[in-house]
């Protein structure tokens, strides 16, 4: 009996835990990147965006924080996205 409740449990955390549709991620890692070309104010077309089950996460180097801030607010205004995990790295221009 207790064995069958335990798998019943591990069945109910596993379906919570399914991921996305695979073309939901790759939809949502358009979007981003094109709100982020589109984007007239700063350049951030050399940012990269990989989309996990909902996660974007950004890569990439800018000039300062307010671009960095900018791409993290885009990349939260898309429809479908969960968190943000910014990992630009801000490296003034010499």
């Known amino acids: 009996m207790r064995a069958g409740l335990f798998l ?3 069945l109910a955390l596993t379906a919570a835990c399914a991921s996305l549709d695979p073309l939901e991620d790759t939809r949502i890692e358009a979007e ?3 709100r982020l ?3 007239k104010s700063a350049n951030l077309t050399r940012i990269g965006v990989l989309s996990t089950n909902g996660s974007v996460y950004l890569s ?3 000039e300062s924080q307010e671009p960095r801030a900018m791409a993290e607010t885009l990349a939260r205004s898309v429809r479908g996205v969960r ?3 910014n990992g630009l790295e801000v490296r ?3």
Request: no cysteine; net charge positive.
């Open 8 to 10: 019943l449990a591990s």
């Open 83 to 85: 968190r943000v995990v």
């Open 37 to 39: 070309v589109a984007e």
């Open 92 to 94: 003034p221009a010499r």
């Open 60 to 62: 990439g180097t800018v």
């Open 32 to 34: 981003v990147k094109a």
